[in-house]
C-alpha cells in the first residue's frame, strides 16, 4: 500500500499543475487547500517510518536503457525513516509556506505551476533511489526555482536586481551541480545506474584518481545548495528577490537538498575520504557558523538575518555529516543528529519566513533600525514569532535545542574545538535573532511600516501545531532519532534490497 | 539490382520530378514538390533501413554498408524532409523558388547517402563533394539579399580550399597506401613504418582539417558565424544539421576505420580541438546578441562533445549526439521561422522578447530545445552528452592522461554555457515585448516540425 502511495506521490504536483492551468480564478486560496491536502498526504507516507517495526519502502520502478551509453537508467524510489524525515518535513512546510503565505494580488497560473515543478523535484530528490533520477530532480527544482522567481519575483528599489540574482543564482547552483554530473558519470560507469545504498560498493571499485574526483563533484554540488561558507554567493539576494512563498521553500526544503546529499549520499559511501578530510571540512563547517553569526549581527533587515541564520544553522548540519562515520562505520549519531537538526531547522525556517512575510501591507522588509514596536498591531503574530526564535535560538525543552546538543555530542568526540566554535557560532546567530526580534517587536512603535492584520484564528491553530511539535520532539526526541538510527544501522548492515 | 541502387532510386526519380515541377506554375508547385521530395526522403530511408544488408558491399567496395552508416543515411534524410516541410511558407519570405531550393537540398540528400556509405577514396570525395556544393547554392539562395550572397561566395571560397586540402589528404594517403579501398588502407597503415608512416601522418593531418573546417570544429570554425548570419533560415535548416553530420559520419568512419593505426596521432589532436572548441565557442557566444550567430558558436561546442565520442571510439553515443543534435538544431530553425514576421526573421535576441506572452506554447517548446542545449535533465541534450562522458571515462586508459582536464573543461565551460542559453529563456519569459510587434500567424509545418522537435528531446534519451 505505501509502496503504491510512493509511486503516486511524484505524480501529484503533475495533478495540481494541471488543475492550475485549467482553474481562472482563486489560485491562492486553491493552493492553500491542495498544498495543504498534499503536505498531508506526504506526512501520511512518511510517519508510518517513525513506527518501531514500520519496514522499508522500495519500489523498483522501471528500467530504461539510455541510448548509446549502455547504461540503465532506473526509476527505483525508496522510503526509510532517514529520508522519511525529509518527505515528513516537506509535507509539514507545504500548509505552513501555501496558508501563510499568499500573493498579495492575483498572480498567474505560472505562479502556482512553477511552484509545484519545484515541490514535485524536491519531493523526488528526497525519495529517488538511483543515481540518475536523484540528479534529474535535483535539477529539475533549479528550473522551478528559476521560472517561480524569474517571472514572480520581486522588482523593487529595495531589492537587487532581480535577474542578477537569479542569473547568480543559477550559475553558482550549476557550478556545484555540473561536478556532482561528472561524479555521477564516473560512479555509473562500471555498473550503470546505482541505488543510493549501492554507492560505497560502486566506488570501491574505482581508480583511487577517480574516486577522489567523484568525492569532490558531489561535495561541491551538495555543498552549494546547503550552502556551506564559501559557496554561498548566492544566498542573500536570491532570498531577497524570491517570492515569500518561494524564499520560505528555498530556506526550509531547498537548503536540505545539499543536507540530504551529505548525510544520506556522500558520508556513508566516502569513508576513507572522510577519514582524510574530515576535520579539515569540520573546520570550514565551524568557519561557516561563526560567519553566519556574525553576518547575523550586522544586518539590519529581519529577511537577511534570517537568510544568514540559515547559514549558521545549515552548518552545524554539515559539521554533523562531516564528523559522520569516523572511526566506526556502525555509529549513526553524528548522521542521525544532523537529519533531526535538518527537520528542525526546515520547519523552524518555513514558519519564521511566513510570519516575516506576514508583518507589513506590502510585504517590504522590515528594518531594525527604522522599525520598533510591531507587538501592539500583531500580538498574536508576535507570540508566535517568538516561540519561533526561541526555538531557533535552542530554547531548552524545544526540538532545535535536543538537535544542536546531539550534533555537538557527536562532533566533540571528533573535534572538541571545531565544535566549540561551531557552539560559539550559534550562539551568535542567536543572539543577533532575540536582538532583532526585541527591537522589531518591542518598545515604543516607531517607523511608517503599515502593518498588516494580525493572524486569524485558524492560523494561529496552525501555528500550535507546528510548535507541538517542536515541544513534543524537544521533550522526547527519541520519537525521531531511534527510528533513524534503526533505519542507518539496517543500510550499515548492509540487508537494504 | 543491388539493393543500395533501389534504395537511392526514390531519391533519384524524386530528383527528376522535381526538375519537371519546377517548370509549373507557382501555386502548385509549393505543396506538389514539398510532398514529392518528403516521399521521396522517407522511400529511401525506409528502404535504406529495412532493405539493405548492413555488412554487404556494393559496386566493387565503393559502398561499404554499416550499422552507424544507415543510422546517419536515414538521420540525414529526415532531417532534410524536416528542412524541406519547413520551407513551405517560408520560402517566398526569402524570395526564393521552391522547386528549385527543393532540387538543392535532395542532391545534397543524394550527398549524404553516399557519404555515409563511402568504401573507397574516390567515393569519399565525389560524396564530400557532392554535399558541399549544394551548400554553397543553399548559403546564397536568396539572390536579393547581400548578405546572403557574401555568405555563398565566402562559404565557397573557403569551402573551396578545404576541398582542395582534402583531395590533397586523400592522394597523400593514396600514395602512403598504394589503395583505394578503406578496409585496405587500414591494413597498410598498420603495417607502415618510414617514409610511408609519415605521408600516412601528412594525409591525416591535411584530412582532418579540411573535415574540421566543414564541421566547424574549433579552431577552423571562423567562417560560420559570417555564414550563419548570412544564410537564410531555410538553408541553415540543411548547412548546420544534416550537412555536419554526414561529415562527422565520415570522420567517424575514417578515424576509427582505415585511421585506427594512427590513433596516438588524432586522438590527442581530437581532444585538442574538443577543448580548444568548448572554451573558444563558449567564450564567443557570451557576447552574441545574434540569434544565428549565437548557434554558431553554440554549434562549435556541440561539435567538441561529437568529437570526444569520437575519440571515445562509442558509436552509440555517437549516433545519440548526431541524433539530439540534429533534432535540436532544426527544431530552434522551425521556432525561429515560426516566431518571425511576415518581413523578417527574428534576428536579436531581443526579438524574442515577450514571447511566452503572445505565444505560451512556442515559448514552452523552445524552452525545451534550449534545455537541451544546455544538457538539462530529462532533455536528450542531458544523455547525450553524459553518454560522452561515459564512454570518454571508459576508455580513458588508452587516452593521454590529459583527457581529464578536457573533460573537465567541457563540464565547466557548459556552465558558461547555461549563461547564455538562460538568457534566451529571460527574453522570452521574463521580458515584456519591445514596442508592437507584428504577430505572425503561426504556420502548420513550422508547428509541427517545432512541437515534434521538442517531444522528441524529451524521450530521445531512452529506449524502453
Not at chain 1, 239 to 245: I, N, S
Not at chain 1, 317 to 337: P, Y
Amino acid at each position: 500500500m505505501r509502496g503504491t502511495l510512493l509511486s503516486v506521490a511524484p505524480f501529484i504536483p503533475l495533478g495540481l499543475i494541471a488543475l492550475h492551468m485549467f482553474t481562472r480564478q482563486g489560485h491562492a486560496k486553491l493552493a492553500a487547500w491542495t498544498q495543504s491536502l498534499f503536505g498531508l498526504f506526504l506526512a501520511a507516507l512518511a510517519l508510518p517510518s517513525f513506527v518501531s517495526d514500520a519496514p522499508r519502502v522500495a519500489v523498483d520502478g522501471f528500467s530504461m536503457m539510455i541510448t548509446g551509453s549502455g547504461t540503465v537508467f532506473k526509476t527505483a524510489l525508496y522510503l526509510d525513516a532517514r529520508n522519511s524525515a525529509f518527505v515528513l518535513l516537506l509535507g509539514l512546510c507545504l500548509p505552513i509556506i501555501f496558508v501563510f503565505i499568499r500573493p498579495r494580488t492575483e498572480v498567474k497560473p505560472s505562479y502556482y505551476i512553477s511552484a509545484n515543478i519545484l515541490i514535485g523535484s524536491l519531493l523526488g530528490v528526497f525519495i529517488a533511489n538511483s543515481l540518475l533520477l536523484f540528479y534529474l530532480f535535483w535539477e529539475m527544482a533549479l528550473l522551478g526555482a528559476y521560472f517561480w522567481i524569474g517571472l514572480h519575483g520581486q522588482r523593487r528599489e529595495d531589492t537587487p536586481a532581480l535577474y542578477t540574482a537569479l542569473m547568480r543564482f543559477v550559475l553558482i547552483t550549476l557550478f556545484g551541480s555540473l561536478p556532482m554530473l561528472m561524479a555521477i558519470a564516473i560512479v555509473i560507469l562500471p555498473s550503470g545506474d546505482v541505488a543510493l545504498a549501492d554507492l560505497g560498493r560502486s566506488i570501491s571499485i574505482l581508480s583511487p584518481e577517480l574516486r577522489g574526483l567523484a568525492f569532490w563533484g558531489f561535495l561541491l554540488g551538495f555543498g552549494v545548495k546547503l550552502p556551506l561558507v564559501g559557496l554561498h554567493g548566492w544566498l542573500r539576494d536570491t532570498y531577497a528577490v524570491a517570492p515569500p512563498a518561494c524564499r520560505a521553500l528555498l530556506s526550509a526544503i531547498m537548503s536540505k537538498m545539499g543536507a540530504y546529499g551529505l548525510l544520506i549520499v556522500l558520508v556513508p559511501a566516502f569513508g576513507s575520504e572522510f577519514g582524510t578530510w574530515g576535520p579539515t571540512l569540520m573546520a570550514v563547517a565551524a568557519a561557516g557558523a561563526i560567519y553566519g553569526g556574525v553576518v547575523c549581527l550586522g544586518r539590519d533587515r529581519l529577511t537577511d538575518v534570517l537568510a544568514y541564520s540559515s547559514l549558521a544553522h545549515l552548518s552545524l548540519v554539515a559539521l554533523a555529516a562531516f564528523a559522520g562515520t569516523r572511526g566506526d562505520a556502525s555509529d549513526s549519531s553524528a548522521i542521525t543528529a544532523g537529519i533531526f537538526q535538518v527537520f528542525n531547522h526546515g520547519l523552524i525556517m518555513a514558519f519564521l519566513f511566513a510570519l516575516d512575510d506576514r508583518i507589513s501591507v506590502d510585504g517590504r522588509g522590515i528594518l531594525m533600525s527604522e522599525v520598533g514596536g510591531l507587538r501592539a498591531g500583531q500580538g498574536r503574530l508576535t507570540a508566535l514569532m517568538l516561540v519561533a526564535m526561541f526555538a531557533a535560538a535552542s530554547l531548552p525543552g524545544l526540538s532545535n535545542f535536543a538537535g544542536e546538543i546531539l550534533v555537538y555530542f557527536a562532533a566533540f568526540r571528533v573535534s572538541p574545538w571545531y565544535t566549540f566554535a561551531a557552539g560559539a557560532g550559534a550562539l551568535i546567530t542567536a543572539a543577533a535573532m532575540i536582538r532583532i526580534f526585541h527591537h522589531l517587536f518591542f518598545g515604543a512603535r516607531r517607523g511608517n511600516v503599515v502593518q498588516a492584520a494580525d493572524l486569524r484564528i485558524p492560523e494561529v491553530a496552525l501555528g500550535l501545531a507546528v510548535v507541538s511539535v517542536w515541544l513534543v520532539l524537544g521533550l522526547y526526541p527519541m520519537l525521531f532519532v531511534g527510528p533513524v538510527e534503526r533505519a542507518f544501522a539496517t543500510v550499515v548492515a548492509g540487508v537494504v534490497p | 539490382m543491388n539493393a543500395i541502387l533501389i534504395a537511392q532510386l526514390p531519391l533519384i526519380l524524386g530528383f527528376m520530378a522535381l526538375l519537371v515541377v519546377a517548370s509549373l506554375r507557382a501555386k502548385p508547385r509549393a505543396l506538389l514538390s514539398t510532398a514529392i521530395s518528403v516521399a521521396a526522403l522517407g522511400a529511401t530511408a525506409l528502404l535504406l533501413q529495412y532493405r539493405v544488408p548492413t555488412g554487404e558491399t556494393y559496386f566493387g567496395g565503393a559502398y561499404v554498408i554499416s550499422v552507424l552508416g544507415k543510422q546517419i543515411a536515414c538521420l540525414c534524410l529526415y532531417l532534410v524532409a524536416g528542412a524541406v516541410v519547413l520551407t513551405n511558407g517560408y520560402l517566398e519570405k526569402v524570395r526564393a523558388q521552391q522547386a528549385d531550393w527543393k532540387l538543392v537540398a535532395m542532391a545534397s540528400a543524394l550527398g549524404m547517402v553516399s557519404l555515409s556509405f563511402a568504401g573507397d577514396l574516390a567515393t569519399v570525395f565525389i560524396s564530400f563533394e557532392m554535399v558541399s556544393i549544394p551548400s554553397y547554392v543553399l548559403a546564397g539562395f536568396s539572390q536579393r539579399d547581400p548578405r546572403s550572397n557574401e555568405a555563398g561566395i565566402k562559404y565557397l571560397l573557403l569551402g573551396a580550399v578545404a576541398s582542395a586540402v582534402f583531395l590533397m589528404g586523400l592522394s597523400f594517403l593514396y600514395g602512403a597506401t598504394g589503395e583505394m579501398h578503406l578496409q585496405e588502407i587500414a591494413g597498410k597503415l598498420a603495417s607502415a613504418e618510414g617514409g610511408q608512416l609519415q605521408l600516412a601522418h601528412i594525409a591525416l593531418m591535411l584530412i582532418l582539417s579540411a573535415l574540421f573546417f566543414k564541421t566547424a570544429v574549433a579552431p577552423f570554425h571562423f567562417w560560420l558565424a559570417d555564414v550563419y548570419q548570412g544564410s537564410s533560415l531555410a538553408a541553415l535548416t540543411i548547412i548546420a544539421s544534416p550537412v555536419k553530420l554526414a561529415v562527422f559520419g565520415l570522420l567517424f568512419a575514417l578515424c576509427n576505420g582505415p585511421f585506427v593505426a594512427l590513433a596516438n596521432v588524432w586522438k590527442p589532436a581530437l581532444l585538442l580541438c574538443a577543448g580548444a572548441g568548448v572554451l573558444i565557442g563558449n567564450v564567443q557566444a557570451i557576447s552574441q546578441s545574434q540569434i544565428k550567430r549565437l548557434f554558431a558558436y553554440s554549434g562549435v561546442v556541440n561539435a567538441s562533445f561529437i568529437l570526444l565520442t569520437i575519440v571515445a571510439d562509442a558509436p552509440g553515443a555517437f549516433a545519440l549526439y548526431l541524433t539530439t543534435y540534429g533534432v535540436m538544431t532544426t527544431g530552434l530553425w522551425a521556432a525561429i521561422m515560426a516566431v518571425g514576421t511576415d518581413h523578417a526573421d527574428a534576428d536579436e535576441l531581443k526579438d524574442l522578447s515577450g514571447l511566452a506572452a503572445k505565444h505560451p506554447l512556442v515559448a514552452v517548446g523552445i524552452t525545451v530545445l534550449l534545455l537541451s542545449y544546455a544538457g538539462v535533465p530529462p532533455t536528450a541534450g542531458f544523455f547525450a552528452k553524459l553518454a560522452a562522458a561515459t564512454e570518454l571515462l571508459r576508455h580513458g586508459t588508452e587516452l593521454p592522461s590529459w583527457y581529464l582536464g578536457v573533460l573537465g573543461a567541457a563540464f565547466v565551460t557548459t556552465l558558461v554555457s547555461f549563461f547564455y542559453y538562460f538568457q534566451m529563456l529571460r527574453q522570452m519569459w521574463f521580458h515584456e515585448a519591445a514596442g508592437v510587434q507584428p504577430v505572425r500567424q503561426l504556420l502548420w509545418n513550422h508547428r509541427a516540425v517545432f512541437g515534434a522537435s521538442a517531444l522528441l528531446l524529451l524521450v530521445l534519451g531512452f529506449v524502453l
